[in-house]
């Protein structure tokens, strides 16, 4: 328990509205997870895979209805629908707390209620964010002892008045008419209720380390960024550091988990992963950026994860590991698309139906045997590359910031911005095709500004003036680029290899952020010279490398209309700066 009064107080206020049969406080002891883990298996919540060859393994099945981040029924609930912003959902406090209070009420009858203290960050860190859940879900502890620091070391740091966000989960009946995800920043508060999806109850995640956590870090002058954090090492022992922000499911993990291509290997390079989807960034005494990694754990994708895409994470989730919405295998062992080994013969489907390859539906569509979305839940510190920097307090300092996203066409696969303000820029005209992690039609170009669209907990023009604000305040600025790794040619073909090979440009990357290596102009930034890219090992011709690298005049200033068409939504708070890099781009284009 705790001395923390307002804790108490609030922790009785959710029981006596939600009416648990009993509530258990989390320690975050071993002990405790087995028990927890024997519970759910018990009841079926949780299925134990086949501990000889996935040891300290669990898979779970969601509803049919519960595989995504439900983004329509996911709200920001503020007194001014302004301050929300054209990016989200709105809903004022009074109505999202009635609304949310209908179906909160009773909703923990004959089950437990959890009651789980979480630290975003290394406990005590000047970074991190103290929450706690409440939730009626054994699958959100377990996955929450991964990706968070719980129990005991949380509430003792806590102590008797400390802040923490309140957050309230709980499954209902996983009613889709009756779900909602609300945020509520003026009360450091969130309400998840009707879903079983982690990235709609997984609460220290995308809902505070990203809606909330952006929020905050306005209030106090941080960044709070869908970023991965990874640090390139050097033979002689130096290591910089990148944060690069991608859209869900469009290759963060694999980026941060890269593994140096043969090509390269003579060159004695190390990767180390600090984190795979966000990053928290503050100035420090030193004047330059530092960033820590608020999570502990993975929550990745499996589809398409196998030991070509991202070995490093192939060989993590061989244990200790929650697997969810996969296909389960006769042996006790799991599979998906685009994985590891041949295609099973038989198994169970992520919907837990009996399962054989090339199965139609009845409209002939083949059924897959994993969802789309299905993932995997994997403590970090099993990763091969983790970075001993993952518990340090202060993090690590960042040299250079990577927007990306997935255009077949339009953007080179790698350009350096002129400035800060044009990197703000270059980061509030990302856009990216739609993938299976969000609703919505797939292949459908997105705009995602720094791929924060989905989960700015405020209005985005704001967002925008608060990072064109911390430009003045680092004094050791990080420089920023952009990559498309998905460019294509004439017949769809990938013109760049990717995985591993990617290294290849973030050597460039790390080269002009040092000042070592030179760059051509263009109207939308510094690309790499062919000679520049080192190529060793690739069968690339210089005839690819500057189709990677061209710009094309006409292709930009068509694209400008989707910025101002984009731009123009968020009216007179859209900060004059971006509108200044948007005449200036413009101007450059059509003297080119």
């Known amino acids: 328990m705790t001395k923390h009064k307002k804790l108490k107080k609030w922790v009785d206020e959710c029981a006596k509205m939600c009416q648990p049969d009993k509530i258990i406080w989390l320690n975050g002891s071993e002990e405790e997870k087995v028990i927890l883990e024997q519970q759910a298996c018990d009841t079926g919540e949780i299925i134990r895979l086949n501990q000889e060859l996935l040891p300290g393994c669990l898979y779970h ?70 929450g706690v859940e409440i939730t009626d879900s054994i699958y959100v502890v377990l ?50 209720v009707g879903s079983g999806y982690g990235g709609n109850v997984l609460l220290g995640k995308k809902c505070l380390s990203l809606r909330i956590a952006s929020h905050l870090a306005r209030q106090e002058n941080w960044l709070a960024e869908h970023m991965l954090i990874m640090g390139v090492e050097e033979p002689g022992g130096k290591i910089d550091y990148i944060a690069a922000a991608f859209p869900s499911a469009c290759g963060k993990t694999n980026l941060a988990m890269l593994i140096p291509p043969e090509g390269l290997k003579i060159k004695g390079y190390k990767i180390w992963t600090v984190g795979d989807d966000i990053a928290w960034m503050r100035v420090d005494t030193d004047g330059a950026l530092w960033a820590v990694n608020p999570e502990s754990g993975f929550f990745g994708v499996a589809p398409g994860t ?14 200790n590991t929650i697997y969810t919405n996969v296909l389960l295998k006769m042996d006790g062992t799991v599979w998906w ?47 091969p590359s983790i970075s001993y920097r993952l518990e340090h307090h202060h993090g690590v300092p960042i040299s250079a910031i990577v927007f990306g996203g997935r255009r077949a ?43 924060m669209f989905p989960f700015c907990g405020y209005n985005m023009a704001d967002y925008f003036g608060h990072w064109l604000k911390m430009g003045e305040k680092i004094e050791k600025k990080p420089k920023i680029f952009h990559v498309n790794w998905f460019r294509v040619d004439e017949e769809g073909k990938f013109l760049w290899p990717g995985y591993g090979e990617n290294l290849r440009v973030l050597e460039w990357i790390l080269s002009r952020c040092r000042g070592e290596v030179e760059a051509q102009k263009t109207p939308i930034g510094y690309v790499p010279r062919p000679q520049d890219i080192d190529l060793n090992g690739l069968n690339l011709t210089n005839k690819i490398m500057e189709k990677l690298v061209a710009v094309n005049k006409n292709e930009w200033l068509e694209e400008l209309k989707g910025h101002q068409q984009f731009f123009e939504q968020f009216g007179e708070r859209m900060p004059k700066a971006i509108w200044d890099e948007y005449e200036a781009l413009k101007q450059r284009l059509e003297s080119k």
Not at 144 to 168: D, H, N, P, Q, S
Request: with cysteine; aromatic share 8%; hydrophobic share 35%.
């Open 61 to 130: 099945r969601t509803a049919p209805n519960d595989v995504a981040r439900t983004e329509d029924l996911t709200f920001i609930c503020t007194s001014k629908k302004d301050d929300a912003g054209p990016n989200n959902n709105w809903m004022l406090p009074k109505e999202a707390y009635h609304r949310a209070r209908e179906i909160f009420t009773g909703s923990m009858r004959g089950r437990t209620m959890y009651v789980i203290p979480f630290s975003m960050g290394p406990v005590g860190s000047p970074f991190s964010k103290v």
């Open 143 to 192: 996955n929450m002892r991964i990706m968070t620091r719980i129990g005991t070391k949380v509430l003792e740091y806590l102590g008797k008045t400390g802040a923490f966000t309140k957050c309230l989960h709980s499954k209902a009946q996983l009613d889709i008419t009756k779900r909602l995800i609300l945020h509520f920043p003026e009360d450091n508060a969130i309400w998840s």
């Open 306 to 319: 196998n030991s070509k895409t991202n070995p490093n994470m192939m060989e993590a989730i061989k244990k």
């Open 337 to 383: 698309e685009e994985g590891d080994g041949p295609v099973p013969a038989e198994g169970i489907d992520w919907m837990g139906r009996p399962w054989k390859p090339g199965m139609k539906d009845e409209k002939g569509n083949i059924i897959k045997g994993a969802h789309a979305n299905s993932r995997f839940t994997v403590p970090a510190k099993q990763c």
């Open 409 to 451: 066409h339009l953007a080179p696969l790698v350009y350096e911005s002129f400035n800060w303000q044009h990197g703000v820029y270059v980061g509030a005209t990302m856009a990216s095709e739609r993938t299976a992690a969000q609703f919505g039609k797939q292949g459908e170009v997105r705009r995602d500004p720094m791929a």
